[in-house]
């Protein structure tokens, strides 16, 4: 058997919004922007690079789903962007106004800091050391 995620649903306010912060704050790839009716589109971006899972920019639909925008996994670090230069993307992320709640350390497994979205979801920005994988 060959399984493997393709993408993860996050629940936006906007879809215009979060494609701008993805793509040009976090400079990600928009993969597909498909109008599906009057109010709902099939919005995917994923980070450059070799491939793997992205993210499925999903509308709130009604109060209950507004109620979990930025906050899907109750305070807990949601998401996990791997980097093969964290000081580089640190730096740019940092000069494109992204917020860092949890500065740079070094840990066994790389070096890592943690940032916030634009609806505040939390990610980690890893660089994982070469001889400990963390996948």
Known sequence: MNQ???QIALVVDDYDE???FYTETLHFVLLEDTVLSATK???RVAPPGEGGCGLLL????G???RSRIGDQTGGRVFLFLHTDDFWRDYQA???NGVRFVRGPAEEVYGT????ADLYGNLWDLIEPNANRAID
């Open 4 to 6: 493997r995620l393709v």
């Open 18 to 20: 979060a494609i701008r």
């Open 41 to 43: 589109r099939w919005v």
């Open 58 to 61: 999903a509308k709130a639909d």
């Open 63 to 65: 109060a209950e789903q």
């Open 93 to 95: 992320m940092t000069a």
């Open 112 to 115: 890592v800091a943690v940032f």
